[in-house]
């Protein structure tokens, strides 16, 4: 089923972390499977902030295989390295998890695919999101259990989205959790609920075309998609929009930027979003009651209609 | 195995759209005998007092204890019961089997009035999926907008939906009548089999796919025609029927129904029944 939720304050910055906290977990009945979260906070933006990963959750649950926590020293080993290679200086280092790390770098370069391609050469790691204001936190769990785990409630800025996960056609693990990050963009992330029926067409296609796929999850197609759409010099909106005759299946889905958040529908409007939309807030969820987390007084909300695409800038 | 033949002789209701067949041979209709009346026990109803008037806060309940809570007013004859804070919960008011007056200061979520016989209902707010899911008769009255599946499989009694709609309104309804005052999204009257939907606005895609019976009424564009959906005649009975019907259910009073466009069944989609389980799967 999944569950998904969204906010954008517009011309200020507010506790995204905990307000998005509060509309996943109103949707943890949607999928409790693993949470994540796309924060974009208040930087100086002068440096990028990285976010990887060097190993999997291996708690209960997981599909995925025990790692010896030696195995995660190394691979980081391994990345710091290739970061001087890459003439990119740590400014700050922060290790969350053994498995999950947090580093703001120095990098002059704007392109970020030699960058990535390296850095994810190495076996087992991940870059979950890369950008000087996005930062994805994904785990398993309910939004809770994420939020608490990573210390996410005090954080400060302008909008977020994020994703509670039934894991049904891919496996229970950090890879397949949501957002994806939109590779190889600064700040781009997406969150997905529904299926997407022509997933491996799109792949091969795509994967030809030089885009990496990091797992199996048919929702990591529409981040990739988007991408590649960009890179070819779309916007997002018109990369939104020509998704939804690209793209087969059932979905909506939320793409933020760093000063922006869109949502798409499909063409059969087989899957639930209601919205809420002001002069200085748009929220959005699967359900309302992810709205009346964070706006429990009486609002007026709608569902967009089929094919509708729609994008706000902070 | 029941038969649908067409009647020769059109009466003014099968001049609407309505019942433009008879069931013939083996059919499951049974009628109601008066003589058998003081052995019908309808399970969960009460003598209210309409005039009998209480509030209740749901804010800290959940669905269930509320709708536990309803029933409980209900049977201490509360006729008229006011609903504080729903913000948005699932599956509130579901399974009135009773006369009611009842009214939500707010939204609700999913499922919302589901199952429903009988309460005359007022939402001061919007619904979510699947409202009235199965309604079999009574109003329902929503102030804002609704979410989609609004109306689904009902059988009978009014709902009336002041905003705008999301998709599939009325999908699978067997009777009653949706009234929708601004627009409504794809797949309306989805699959519908008998009854009668006006939207005052716009629809989109796909409107009418399907459907078996039944009559639309749409006064704004058409994004298009579903499979078997055709327009049809808009005759002077449907006139007097929309003036009455959008009078009574307080919306779009002044609106010009003899613009509105009337939409049937072409029923090329009929005759399964004659059809061999082979022959079946060709047609579909």
């Known amino acids: 089923m999944c569950g998904i939720a969204g906010l954008i304050h517009r ?21 409790e499977d693993s949470t994540g979260y796309a924060l974009y906070g208040d930087t100086d933006g002068k440096n990028f902030i990285m976010r990887f990963k060097v190993g999997e959750n291996v708690g209960e649950g997981s599909s995925s295989i025990m790692e010896d926590v030696s195995v995660y020293d190394e691979r980081k080993k391994i990345v710091d390295q290739y970061l001087l290679e890459l003439d990119a200086k740590i400014v700050k280092e922060e290790r969350v998890l053994p498995y999950s790390l947090r580093y703001e770098i120095s990098y002059d370069k704007k392109d970020l695919l030699e960058f990535s391609q390296k850095i994810e050469s190495i076996p087992g790691v991940e870059i979950l999101s890369m950008g000087k204001s996005l930062e994805v936190i994904k785990d398993l769990g309910n939004a809770k259990m994420v939020c608490d785990r990573y210390g996410l409630d005090k954080l400060v800025g ?45 792949r091969r296609l795509l994967e030809n075309k030089g885009m990496r796929f990091m797992s199996e999850c048919d929702s990591e197609l529409i981040a990739v998609y988007i991408a590649q759409k960009m890179r070819e010099g779309a916007s997002l909106e018109e990369g939104m929009k020509a998704s939804l ?60 209609y089929d094919g509708e695409v729609k994008v706000w800038q902070i | 195995m029941a038969n649908l033949k067409a009647t020769e002789k059109k009466t003014k209701s099968q001049s609407m759209g309505m019942h433009s067949e008879v069931l013939t041979g083996r059919t499951q209709q049974k009628f109601f005998n008066p003589d058998e009346g003081e052995n019908l026990y309808y399970f969960g109803t009460y003598d209210v007092d309409f005039n009998k008037r209480t509030e209740l806060d749901v804010k800290e309940m959940t669905a269930p204890e509320a709708n536990k ?29 009773n006369k009611l007056n009842l009214i939500f200061e707010g939204s609700l979520g999913y499922f919302g009035m589901g199952s429903c016989d009988g309460p005359t209902v007022r939402i001061n707010g919007r619904v979510g999926w699947s409202c009235a899911e ?20 009902i059988r009978g009694g ?27 999204g794809a797949f309306t009257g989805f699959m519908m089999q008998r009854g009668r939907i006006i939207i005052l606005g716009d629809v989109g895609i796909n409107l009418g796919d399907s459907m078996y019976d039944g009559t639309i009424f749409i006064g704004g564009k058409i994004g298009s025609f579903g499979s078997d959906a055709v327009p049809s005649d808009l005759t002077d009975s449907d006139q007097d029927w929309l003036k009455r019907k959008l009078k009574v ?9 003899s613009k509105m466009t009337k939409i049937v069944a072409g ?18």
């Not at chain 1, 939109?182 to 969150?191: L, Q, T």
Request: with cysteine.
């Open chain 1, 158 to 202: 302008t909008h977020a989205i994020g994703h509670a996960r039934m894991a049904t056609e891919s496996g229970v693990d950090i890879k397949s959790a949501h957002p994806f990050w939109g590779y190889p963009f600064s700040d781009v992330s997406v969150v997905h609920n529904g299926q997407l029926t022509n997933y491996w067409n799109n």
């Open chain 1, 245 to 304: 005759t690209g793209l087969d299946g059932v979905f909506t889905y939320f793409v933020a930027t760093k000063d922006s958040l869109g949502m798409a529908k499909d063409t059969m409007a087989a899957k639930p979003l209601v919205l809420y939309e002001s002069d200085d807030l748009v929220a959005m969820g699967s359900e309302e009651i992810a709205i009346r987390s964070v706006l429990p007084q009486e609002i007026d909300t709608y569902d967009p």
């Open chain 2, 267 to 284: 029923k090329k989609l009929w005759n399964y029944d004659n059809l061999e389980p082979h022959e079946k799967k060709g047609a579909i």
């Open chain 2, 134 to 153: 199965n309604l079999m008769a009574g109003k329902v009255v929503i102030e804002k907008n609704a979410g989609s599946c609004f109306g689904a499989a």
């Open chain 2, 69 to 97: 809570e309803i029933d409980n007013l209900m049977s201490q004859g509360f006729g008229t019961i006011v609903i504080k804070n729903p913000q948005g919960k699932h599956s509130l008011g579901v399974g009135i089997l």
């Open chain 2, 249 to 257: 259910a307080e919306i779009g009073e002044k609106f010009d129904v």
């Open chain 1, 11 to 31: 011309g200020k910055s507010s506790n995204v972390g905990s307000e998005l906290q509060g509309m996943l977990q109103a949707l943890k009945h949607r999928g």
């Open chain 2, 158 to 184: 009014d709902l009336i939906c002041k905003g705008s709609v999301g998709a599939r309104t009325g999908i699978d309804m067997k009777g009653g009548t949706i009234i929708v005052g601004g627009d409504a």
